[in-house]
Structure formats: structure tokens, C-alpha cells
């Protein structure tokens, strides 16, 4: 069970899955988000699948120099976002929902928020054990902050670099005819640094992105955002 333990936890809070970029390239209405990502650890490879949502709600100009507020004339993105992730280890699959809100100002600063939770997961060695008469309970949540600066104007492809704040709760129990035999929590947090860079074309964009994490594992993703 230890490397499902590893997986786990690695894929759900390690390295999370922060939703769409919709506010940087359009500023009203909803979008659609498909992601593709691949991640590689040591011999195994991560692959990942995503569908989100997004809503963009500009902000008013505010010329009231007495009342100043941060978003004047910004933009506001509420969105969510659904993830597969699959491991080529042991045939490991797990399913995790987010949501947050995505702020982004007239100076091409950005900053946001999303939390995130696992929602299924299973494989092989969950099926083994479940033969062999154990029941494995997980749970994971994390929230992300971030911060960041995107510039349209200086090159023919939006460009964007990203800090992101990862804080984590993981916990999970192993149990035997409804007798928990081991049980086990950790909290915790991580740094990523996320780069990435946009085309448009007319209501599509297709942005490519690589993030890196404090012990400099990579991974890449293609997003394709579509404005409805």
C-alpha cells in the first residue's frame, strides 16, 4: 500500500491543478476550459485530462478619488474545474473538482484563489487490496493562492509568469471489516512557479504551460479556452 500512499499524495497536493486564465484574454461572458497535462517521476508518467468553466464579470471605472477601490475597470473570474489524472504505475486513476476566483487589473497584475478536493480515486493496487479485504479511505483538500503578470502587448503571443502558494490537508485510514487497522494525517504547503503563453484567435486560445515546483519537478500542460 505505501506506493499508493506516495501517489496519492503526490498527484492531489503536491502539484495542483489551478483552473482557467479566461480574465487575461477576454473581459465578459463565459468560457470553456480543456486541459491536457503530463508529468514524469521518476520511471512513471502522469497524464491528466480537464473540463472547466468560467464566468468573467467586469468591473465598473471608479473615479472617486476619495473612494478608491483595487479593481477599478478590472475584471472578476469566478470558475471551476474538473481533473482525471491517470499514472502509468499500477494503472493509479483520480478524480478532483476545484473552484475560485481569478482578479485581474488594468496594470496586467493578476491574483487569485481556488480550493480543491478529491472526489474519487482507484487502481490496480486499490483493487488488491479490496480482494484481500481492505477498505482504504483517503481524503485531500488544498487551496491555492497566487499571484502573477501577464503581458499582451510586447510580443504577438500573450505571455504569463505565475507564483502560486500550495497549503494541503491529506489524511487516510485503512480499515478491515469496518476495524480501522492504521490511520495517518498530513498538512502542509509547497511553492510553484508557473509559465506559460497564449495565442488568440478570434473566441479560441491555445496556451501552453510549464510549472515547476520546489523540488524542480515539471510538468506541461495545453489549455484551449473557447468564449461562448
Same mark, same amino acid.
Given at each position: 500500500?505505501?506506493? =499508493?500512499? %506516495?501517489?496519492?499524495?503526490?498527484?492531489?497536493?503536491?502539484?495542483?491543478?489551478?483552473?482557467? @486564465?479566461?480574465?487575461?484574454?477576454?473581459?465578459?461572458?463565459?468560457? %470553456?476550459?480543456?486541459?491536457? !497535462?503530463?508529468?514524469?517521476?521518476?520511471?512513471?508518467?502522469?497524464? +491528466?485530462?480537464?473540463?472547466?468553466?468560467?464566468?468573467?464579470?467586469? &468591473?465598473?471605472?471608479?473615479?472617486? =478619488?476619495?473612494?478608491?477601490?483595487?479593481?477599478?475597470?478590472?475584471?472578476?473570474?469566478? *470558475?471551476? !474545474?474538473?481533473?482525471?489524472?491517470?499514472?502509468?504505475?499500477? /494503472? #493509479?486513476?483520480?478524480?478532483?473538482?476545484?473552484?475560485?476566483? *481569478?482578479?485581474?487589473?488594468? *496594470?496586467?497584475?493578476? @491574483?487569485?484563489?481556488?480550493?480543491?478536493? #478529491?472526489?474519487?480515486?482507484? +487502481?490496480?493496487? #486499490?483493487? &488488491?487490496?479490496?480482494?484481500? /479485504?481492505?477498505?482504504?479511505?483517503?481524503?485531500?483538500?488544498?487551496? %491555492?493562492?497566487?499571484?502573477?503578470? $501577464?503581458?499582451?502587448?510586447?510580443?504577438?503571443?500573450?505571455?504569463? !509568469?505565475? $507564483?502560486?502558494?500550495?497549503?494541503?490537508?491529506?489524511?487516510?485510514? %485503512?480499515?478491515?471489516?469496518?476495524?480501522?487497522?492504521?490511520?495517518?494525517?498530513?498538512? +502542509? +504547503?509547497?511553492?510553484?512557479?508557473?509559465?506559460?503563453?497564449?495565442?488568440?484567435?478570434?473566441?479560441?486560445?491555445?496556451?501552453?504551460?510549464?510549472?515547476? *515546483?520546489?523540488?524542480?519537478?515539471?510538468?506541461?500542460?495545453?489549455?484551449?479556452?473557447?468564449?461562448?
Amino acid at each position: 500500500m505505501k506506493m =499508493l500512499f %506516495i501517489w496519492i499524495s503526490f498527484t492531489a497536493i503536491a502539484l495542483s491543478f489551478p483552473g482557467s @486564465f479566461s480574465g487575461m484574454y477576454f473581459e465578459e461572458g463565459a468560457t %470553456i476550459t480543456g486541459k491536457y !497535462l503530463t508529468q514524469k517521476e521518476d520511471e512513471s508518467r502522469d497524464n +491528466g485530462i480537464g473540463l472547466g468553466v468560467s464566468y468573467l464579470i467586469p &468591473q465598473k471605472a471608479n473615479n472617486d =478619488l476619495d473612494r478608491p477601490i483595487l479593481l477599478s475597470n478590472g475584471t472578476v473570474e469566478i *470558475n471551476s !474545474l474538473y481533473t482525471r489524472v491517470e499514472s502509468d504505475d499500477e /494503472g #493509479l486513476h483520480m478524480d478532483l473538482l476545484s473552484a475560485g476566483v *481569478n482578479c485581474y487589473m488594468q *496594470n496586467n497584475i493578476k @491574483f487569485g484563489f481556488q480550493y480543491e478536493t #478529491l472526489v474519487n480515486f482507484g +487502481g490496480d493496487l #486499490l483493487d &488488491q487490496a479490496n480482494d484481500d /479485504g481492505m477498505d482504504l479511505d483517503v481524503k485531500s483538500t488544498s487551496s %491555492i493562492l497566487s499571484v502573477g503578470y $501577464y503581458d499582451n502587448q510586447s510580443l504577438p503571443v500573450l505571455v504569463f !509568469l505565475d $507564483y502560486l502558494s500550495v497549503t494541503y490537508d491529506f489524511s487516510t485510514t %485503512i480499515s478491515v471489516n469496518g476495524t480501522s487497522l492504521m490511520s495517518a494525517e498530513d498538512t +502542509g +504547503g509547497t511553492n510553484l512557479i508557473r509559465l506559460g503563453m497564449g495565442y488568440k484567435k478570434n473566441n479560441l486560445i491555445i496556451q501552453p504551460t510549464f510549472t515547476l *515546483n520546489e523540488d524542480s519537478e515539471k510538468r506541461f500542460a495545453i489549455n484551449l479556452i473557447y468564449k461562448l
